[in-house]
């Protein structure tokens, strides 16, 4: 509850209300929409940074990405999901891991989409300048140095980095964004906030939205065992889900 109260504090001085009691109420009146969106934005937990849980992206460049470029050799496309993806140190992350990786991707088309339901969050991920706070958690100098220019507003990707990436508002619940299917998703630290049965509706989502034999990458501390049938470990490295798919009753995974 504190840590409600703590979130809300904002709006209670914003709004001058002085207690959840009177922030209820002024919700149920109408035409709240601009209050209710306001309270969702400062409620929401944003807590991100640069490269979270190093053992995963270790794995996603040594492994998950090499294991791509295999599949997709045909098409030579990568299409990767930063689902509920905050202010975008995680995709930043993955376009550096791909950057490093240039001349193996070179001629590839790479999308690289993060979405997020705050408009606030988005809005500072499309800007991509962050504070010295921010870039030193997780970044080493050389990359500090080698992606990002120091600017008055902070520290701020070059164009290279810069362009590699896209940022769009969108809600987990909704449809999949029209990029779909992606190879591979990142839905880190974002369903643990969710009750059991949204939680099942979005891993419904993002099975839509992942190629049959693409993968989804949860955080160190999220499982899919117990939660939903559409996805099973995919053996391949930690973290890492296979979706499901069901032909002739059978359940198959790639
Ligand atoms: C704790 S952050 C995790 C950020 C990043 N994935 C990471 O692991 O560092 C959780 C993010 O999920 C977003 N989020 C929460 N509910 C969402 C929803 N229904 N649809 C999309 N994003 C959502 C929040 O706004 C927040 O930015």
Redesign the pocket.
Known sequence: MWRISGALSGIFRQYDISNVDQLVCLLAEPRAEELARNVVEAL?????YFF?DKLMFDQLAESILPQLWEQRQAQRTLRIW?????SG??LYSVAMLLLAQRERWSGWHIDLLG????TR?IAAARKGCFSQFEVQRGLTVSQMLGYFDQRDDGWCPQQELRKMVTFRE????ERAPVEAPFDLVLC???LL?FDPATRSRVFDRLHEAIHPDGRLML?AGETVIGQTERFVPAGDGSGLYAPITVSGGLRLRA
């Open positions: 929401l937990n944003n807590e991100t979270r930063s689902a509920g993806c905050s140190q995680e979405t997020d339901v705050s969050i969108h809600n987990l619940l880190r630290n974002v906030y955080g």
